[in-house]
């Protein structure tokens, strides 16, 4: 019974250079959504997906951030071009689809480092 | 727009000497708030959610309780593994499935 899998944990990048960063939700989920915690500060929302749409992108910065959930395999965040303000941890959650039931379960992270 | 706000931002206790955080919020229709417990290096794990004013739930020494414009989590003769960063997050009617965090408290057991 696992829980929200992100991969990899710890992802040390040079500037300019992309991330890819992966998040496989849990069993039965097909909510998943993209949070970023900033040293210091809460976390805050980026996206919000289903399987092959995006439904809210509102938190995400327009430009070099992407996300994407396909049909099959997990969901991505990918990050182009990354610079020494994108060092940050990002937290994958989800939630399980056609419920009343509301909380996001997350997962361990992924700790970004621009160098 | 949706506002959480924590307090303290941090609080040391003796083992076994009870207290609160303190969570206030804004939000345009409240769905739900959340607590959720952080420990250094790993993801925010659910405690609990609340609905509606006067809701209360309790999980093992931790208690939430709701107003309509707060929510305390009280923590009754904590234990050195209760240390760990406690957050509230509101999810709002008109913000689509999104959780608003505040910056949590960060809460010290010492034995």
């Known amino acids: 019974n696992a829980g929200v899998m992100q991969n990899p944990r710890h992802l040390v990048r040079r500037r300019g250079q992309e991330a890819r960063l992966r998040c496989s939700p849990m069993?039965?989920?097909?909510?998943v959504y993209w949070y970023r915690q900033l040293p210091e500060e809460g976390l805050k929302f980026m996206v919000y997906?289903?399987?092959?749409?995006?439904?809210?992108e509102s938190g995400m910065p327009k430009e070099r951030f992407s996300a994407e959930f396909p049909k099959e395999g997990p969901s991505i965040l990918r990050i182009q071009q990354v610079v020494r303000g994108d060092s940050a941890a990002y937290f994958c959650?989800?939630?399980?689809?056609?419920?009343?039931?509301?909380?996001?379960?997350f997962g361990p992270g992924t700790r970004l480092t621009v160098l | 727009e949706d506002q959480v706000t924590q307090s303290p931002e941090a609080l040391r206790l003796q083992e076994g000497e009870s207290s609160s955080l303190n969570c206030s919020y804004t939000?345009?229709?409240?769905?739900?708030l959340f607590w959720y417990r952080q420990d250094p290096g790993k993801g925010p794990e659910f405690l609990f959610t609340?609905?509606?004013a006067g809701e209360e739930k309790e999980k093992e020494r931790l208690k939430a309780t709701l107003t309509k414009k707060e929510s305390f989590l009280h923590i009754t003769a904590p234990k050195p593994e209760d240390s760990a960063t406690y957050l509230c997050?509101?999810?709002?009617?008109?913000?689509?499935?999104?959780?608003?965090f505040g910056t949590g408290t960060r809460l010290t057991i010492i034995p």
């Open positions: 609340l609905y509606s």
């Open positions: 997050a509101v999810r709002s009617n008109f913000g689509n499935e999104k959780l608003t």
């Open positions: 959650a989800s939630s399980p689809s056609a419920s009343t039931v509301n909380e996001q379960f």
């Open positions: 939000v345009s229709g409240l769905r739900g």
């Open positions: 069993k039965g989920h097909s909510h």
């Open positions: 997906l289903q399987k092959e749409n995006i439904i809210d």
